[in-house]
């Protein structure tokens, strides 16, 4: 394909199509707020009356957190590192046994509205009230950067107004989650699942037609080095191997379907092991669009040729270049992106109402379940808005894509932890759990924090190679600033350049902060566990092994 530096822009088909997806998602919420006027009680409106059939929650299960980070980040991802990144197929496997025989039948046994009942029935009040804040910071933080990641990627690559697409997005999923409740969220995962999919589709069959079918492709993606799955390097520096992705990626995603408020919610509605196929189909797409992407940018790269400013805007570049003549398509790309982004801050919003409800106002006060119903809403309102806030906040932030895949490994590693001590250790007490998830988060916060600060160099985390030897032109007057020249040092050279040259690195930094992120949450997670066991044994078991051993003898020698 001969590189073009003019690609299309938005034209009214293309709003026209993304409007229409909002529009729909809107318009199951309110049918499900007509339709549902008699969910008069908290837990027909957050739990779906533990009515919901297999499909539609299955399919809502791999929506919630597919977002966007999905759509733009993953393709970019094994643009930079190889398909490896597809292994995660082979954790989910994992994921889905841990969790329907660990996690799922305790909490369905239990019939529980929010996961962190069961911290209070297995420790105490303190660890369960520690659990849920943990938890809505998590969900807060994620969901924000959520909202805001795909809306600058977007703006920036395609002129999408930022805040409009912002606060566009946080409304209309606050409107029928707080309308509809569980049953309009699952229902808008199901046709946002379809977009999602039709999305990637559009720009792989665009893709594969320009570079001549699949076979090549794949060829490309062979000779660059791309189709490195089977990288057995034990090195916890590496970004992507095949032990940072199928052992750090397992307890990930364990973490996010084992025991996630967002998650747990829809199995309790109806228990579901199905989602794993409709996983591996995400990820499927997702790892081959990018593939397309290095076939169709292997001698051009965007990002070090500082035609886009940072590698999670390669996907929409790509869609606004090859398909700038297919109006319509670009619009269905964008409401994929939005669709995932949706998804998730819809599932976010009602599982933090769900736990705000049972964990911070049941508890404490004698609301009648129709009051606790409209409090529902309301907090559905309250969170779509705080969550919107957060996306202000994130907005200051670096490293958007980055950072949201790291929450859920700094705290949400702590939590699995928490709730493996919970099942997995009958002798596990109050204190050995709460010292377990205090450790647990301290240490992964460490980590985490201390990685955001000196952040891996490239030959820890060692990206594959990129070339600008066929970006052969000189251009102004577009609507974004190019300039390149095969004699001008990349973006990555200069980046490099200046992190070795500024920055005198400690030791931790060469080691402890450049761990794989993939590795975060296992650090959480074996740290509560380990810390808890401990702890539990000193202050329970033990001294009364020990208490009656002195009687013993004590009498013995009498």
């Excluded at 992407?293 to 869609?319: E, F, N």
Aim: with cysteine.
């Amino acid at each position: 394909m001969a590189f073009s530096p003019v690609i299309g822009s938005f034209v009214a088909a293309d709003y026209a199509v993304f409007a229409l997806m909002l529009l729909v998602s809107a318009a199951i919420g309110m049918y499900y707020a007509i339709v549902g006027r008699g969910q008069s009680s908290s837990r027909e409106f957050l739990m779906g009356g533990q009515s919901m059939t297999a499909v539609p929650v299955a399919l809502s299960l791999t929506a919630s957190f597919m977002s966007a980070i999905t759509v733009l980040a993953t393709p970019a991802e094994v643009y930079r590192y190889g398909a490896s990144y597809g292994l995660f197929s082979l954790s989910y496997v994992l994921v889905v046994v841990v969790s329907s025989e660990v996690f799922l039948p305790v909490f369905y046994r239990l019939g529980i509205t929010s996961t962190y009942e069961y911290l209070e029935i297995r420790f105490n009040r303190a660890t369960r009230l520690l659990g849920t804040v943990m938890f809505i910071v998590q969900t807060m933080l994620y969901t924000g950067i959520v909202i805001y990641a795909p809306a600058l990627a977007l703006n920036q690559v395609t002129g999408m107004d930022l805040w409009g697409a912002v606060i566009s997005t946080g409304v209309v999923c606050t409107f029928y989650c707080a309308m509809g409740g569980l049953k309009a969220v699952v229902w808008t995962d199901v046709f946002q699942v379809g977009i999602m999919v039709a999305g990637f589709l559009s720009v792989i069959i665009r893709a594969v037609v320009l570079q001549g079918g699949v076979s090549n492709i794949l060829n490309h993606a062979e000779l660059g080095g791309r189709l490195n799955f089977w990288d057995f390097d034990a090195s916890p520096l590496r970004k992507y191997t095949f032990w940072t992705i199928t052992f750090g990626g397992t307890f990930v995603w364990t973490s996010i379907y084992g025991i996630n408020q967002a998650q747990v919610q829809r199995y309790i509605s109806f228990i579901i092991f199905l989602e794993g196929k409709r996983l591996w189909i995400i990820m499927l797409c997702s790892v081959f669009a990018g593939l397309c992407l290095y076939s169709v940018y292997k001698h051009c790269d965007p990002w070090t040729a500082g035609m886009v400013s940072a590698p999670d805007q390669l996907m929409p570049y790509m869609v606004m270049d090859i398909l700038r003549d297919y109006p319509g398509l670009p619009g269905l790309f964008v409401a994929a992106a939005y669709s995932g982004t949706l998804s998730t801050v819809s599932s976010s919003v009602n599982a933090l109402a769900a736990v705000t409800i049972e964990d911070l106002i049941k508890p404490y006060t004698h609301m009648t379940e129709k009051h606790l119903s409209w409090t529902s809403k309301g907090l559905s309102f309250l969170y779509g808005a705080l969550c919107i806030g957060m996306a202000g906040i994130a907005s200051l932030m670096g490293s958007l894509l980055q950072a949201a895949i790291n929450i859920f490994g700094i705290i949400g590693g702590p939590l699995l932890g928490l709730f493996s001590l919970g099942i997995l250790c009958p002798y596990a007490n109050a204190t050995g759990g709460l010292a377990g998830l205090l450790s647990g988060l301290v240490m992964s916060l460490w980590v985490g924090i201390g990685a955001q600060f000196y952040p891996p160099l490239p030959e820890q985390s060692r990206p594959l190679g990129l070339t600008t030897h066929g970006c052969n032109f000189t251009t102004a007057a577009y609507a974004f600033n190019w300039t390149t020249s095969p004699t001008e040092p990349s973006l990555y050279t200069t980046v490099l350049q200046q992190n070795t040259a500024e920055r005198y690195l400690p030791f931790l930094a060469d080691n402890w902060y450049s761990l794989s992120y993939l590795y975060f949450s296992p650090i959480g997670t074996l740290t509560t566990l380990a810390v808890g066991l401990v702890v539990s044994l000193l202050s329970g078991t033990l001294p009364q092994m020990v208490v009656l051993l002195l009687t013993i003898l004590h009498v013995v020698s009498n």
